[in-house]
Nanobody, 123 residues
Framework: QVQLVESGGGSVQAGGSLRLSCVVS????????VGWLRQAPGKSREGVAR????????YVAASVKGRFTISRDNAKNTVYLQMNSLKSEDTAMYYC????????????????WGQGTQVVVSS
């Protein structure tokens, strides 16, 4: 059974930084597609970044490009989301999600989800 556990959320002032972590367990393959998505109150879910843990290729949404970076440590089965220059509009619940291949399926559709970690940015 695939499990994803997020951590690293919290409250920060605008301009600050946070690093979110997602530990993935239960996948039999060494390569998978892991994404970070967020949902703010009253808004639809938004894809933020995703990574192919096999070849390391990444995608970062235009809304956060230049401020957010996604990376992975395969030895730790962990995917990170480094968030810099945070803005109040980054306030949301952040979810880690995974599926087998990045090349198949809709871009932000995933099979397994974590419980989420809350990020609050105050101005």
């Amino acid at each position: 059974q695939v499990q994803l556990v997020e951590s690293g959320g919290g409250s920060v002032q605008a301009g600050g930084s946070l690093r979110l972590s997602c530990v993935v367990s239960g996948y039999t393959s060494s390569s998978m597609c892991v994404g970070w998505l967020r949902q703010a109150p009253g808004k639809s879910r938004e894809g933020v970044a995703r990574i192919d843990t096999g070849d390391g290729s990444t995608y970062v949404a235009a809304s956060v490009k230049g401020r957010f970076t996604i990376s992975r440590d395969n030895a730790k089965n962990t995917v990170y989301l480094q968030m810099n220059s945070l803005k109040s509009e980054d306030t949301a619940m952040y979810y880690c999600a995974a599926r087998q291949y990045c090349s198949s399926g809709l871009y932000w559709d995933f099979d397994s989800w974590g419980q989420g970690t809350q990020v609050v940015v105050s101005s």
